[in-house]
């Protein structure tokens, strides 16, 4: 069963169907990352509304989606870089097994040791 809805404040008319009764051919954004892909900068072509019109999810074509972009090793490095700093102390300079928390900004340890 499909029904038409407007899109985002389009005057276009927007394919819009029930909850598992999509066609071949479509996917949700979780549906093409699980498949390794993504949307590509293309928009969507569909919705599904379940929930009684509570919830949506729109649905992009599947011969469109490109495959899903790696991070380069520089990126991984400044990325591993930045979560070992939310692991060090401040205070101490010890790199600890857990993130920081910024209510204190040291380690638990230092903390206790120098409640503020």
Not at 6 to 35: C, N
Not at 66 to 82: D, G, L, N, S
Request: proline share 7%.
């Amino acid at each position: 069963m499909t029904t038409t809805y407007h899109f985002a404040g389009t005057d276009e008319e927007f394919p819009t169907y029930r909850y598992r009764l999509a066609p071949q051919g479509l996917a949700t954004r979780r549906q093409l990352r699980a498949a390794g892909l993504r949307p590509g900068g293309n928009y969507p072509v569909a919705q599904i509304l379940w929930r009684r019109g509570k919830r949506v999810a729109y649905l992009y074509r599947l011969d469109l989606a490109a495959p899903k972009r790696t991070a380069t090793e520089a990126q991984r490095a400044a990325i591993a870089k930045a979560l070992r700093a939310r692991r060090t102390c401040r205070v101490c300079g010890q790199v600890q097994p857990y993130y920081i928390p910024r209510r204190y900004g040291c380690c638990f340890d230092c903390h206790e040791g120098n409640p503020s």
